[in-house]
């Protein structure tokens, strides 16, 4: 499929076109990659072919995801011109919001109030990028802003459907963080801390928080005595899970970038194993401190060690053989060495209790007492020396 | 090519690379000064396993690795040669949150760019790749074609003495390839740039040097011109679109049937 493309800067002089059933293709999503780009890229400088692509994305299945994208910038823009805007403006502000999404002000703005639509465009619209994060604002950020007013509305018209057909809305409530993030970057102690550890953020800070509540609100609300002993027991195997998910070619998308970097290897294992741990040890102690005492159960605390222990040691068995495997034997030798017993024990007798019971006393063999906490103690420094010697081991891709 | 102090920025001895039991490198031995290098060969031929070699992500099977005037397989030097290299693998990935910004300011954090300048640092190396308009932009909400340029702005971000990239032009449509072909040949003035590619004209319009890599040996070294020239030195006209074209495949065919030894020919034998 041979056809003239339209010159970079667009312009006039583009003697390329979108064509209605170019048009209605990219609004299915069945152009080829290459000729989107063409349309994209055309549509920023030619409004006819803007007005073209986005009837069409309206007519398609983007529809309804755009008219939630609408009334949620519109409920914005109404809720906030009020305040900050003058009389003139504040009929303006609602027109320059429709401006940047279809449908909503499709007649050109009256000559008298143009210079209020185009003040009141330019007021809003980059503070709406900055707060309504996500998808379409951040397109139709500055553009949109200076296109505002009577001319070329349906431009705007089309960037929002471009933005659309590639992001799609986002869900509410995410509002504000992508400006909090702009503000992490400009400090830069706090983007520091926050680049540590991209993958605190995901799904295992999701599967911490729920184990910690559930944790909790069963022990509140059903009163079961046996919650206490299975978070103890599972609590020293969640900081290396953390690891797992935030480090290593299965887990982080940016590895093979980040292994040729400095930072890469055991110093960006170590960045993330702290972020990981400054994250968990205080959640797990807190949803420790309320649940309610089990007879026999070790105290809350006893944990701290092994866990830092057995961290250490999925750490350095990581050296040989690569985070994840190194996790995965750590975690089952760990349940298999508490829970088995308990298990075992619990085996002859029947109901929860007595199997809460018998985790609970083989939790007091490994954890209660100082000459068990000496152990860890003495097996963390083991591993924490194992790992410093091994250190190089990191610096390439992990093997298998 | 073998005096104590080298004037390459990278010289390889007896490189060899092996995936389980395929041998990906095969005891090349080559070097690359300053300015634009291009890899050519079929796939499979090992340039890939070349590039992530010199990018100290993948250890040599066997041989003497020298980037930057030192051996890599010495810590020390392999982290001073990471804050000097910029790689752009031929696959990567980015979180989904980030912003091109964020990708790439994340990058030079990681490349230890210095604090105060990695700002205007990202900047710059986004509005070189033609982005500026979208550095605010998620990572995930660009095409294809802008995912990649985004990839070689933070290849770029610290300004690196030695440049790999591996496919940079794979997404890109015609009017980027040639804006991107303007950018290796301003980067080819001070940094020695390795560019992997099967897009022979990439190589006609931006590479000074051109290196054709067949089934993990080196089958031809020379400048594109004369690979042009081999063509019709073998009078072979009757295939490909062009004279690059014609010369890369009789370069390839003459190192299938072992023919190597005339001047230019087979650095790697």
Redesign the interface.
Known sequence: MKRP?PT?RGGPAAAWHVTEPQAAAYADGSLP??D???V?KHVEACAPCAARVSAAVRAGAAAPALADVRAALLAFATADAPAEATAPAEAGAPRAAGDLLPGVSPAPAAPADTAAAGRAGRAPAPQL?GDLS??PT??A?T?AARHSGPTPAPAADGRTAV?AR??GPEPGGAGG??AR??GA??D?RA??VW?AG?AV?GPWLVALLVTGLVAAGAARAAGMSGVRPLLLALAPVLPSAGVAVSYGRHA?????????????GLR?LLTRTASVLAVSVPLLTLAGQLLPAAAGAPATPAWLLPGLALTLAALALASYVGCRIATCAVTAGWLLAVGGPALLAGAGESGESSLADALSDSLATVLSGPAAQSCWAAAAAVCAGLLALRR?SF???ERI | MTSAVSVHSVSIHGLTVRHRRTTALDAVDLSFGTGVHGLLGPNGAGKTSLIRVLATVAPPTAGRVELLGGDISAPTHRTSVRRRLGYLPQEFGYYPGFTVREFVAYMAWLKEVPRAKAPAAVERAVARVGLADRIDAKVRTLSGGMVRRAGIAQAIVNDPELLLLDEPTAGLDPEQRVDFRALLRELGRTATVIVSTHLVEDVAAACSEVTVIGGGRVAYRGTPHALAALAAEAGAEDFGDNPIERGYAVALRHHRSGLGGSAGWGAGR
């Open positions: 493309r970079r990659e290459t989107a780009w063409s994209e990028a996500p998808a951040a397109h950020d553009p933005a590639h992001a963080v992508c993030r702009r970057f400009r830069p983007w520091m680049a991209p953020r982080d998308p940016m590895h093979e970038l980040a292994a040729s970097t400095p930072s890469g960006l190089t610096d390439h891709l």
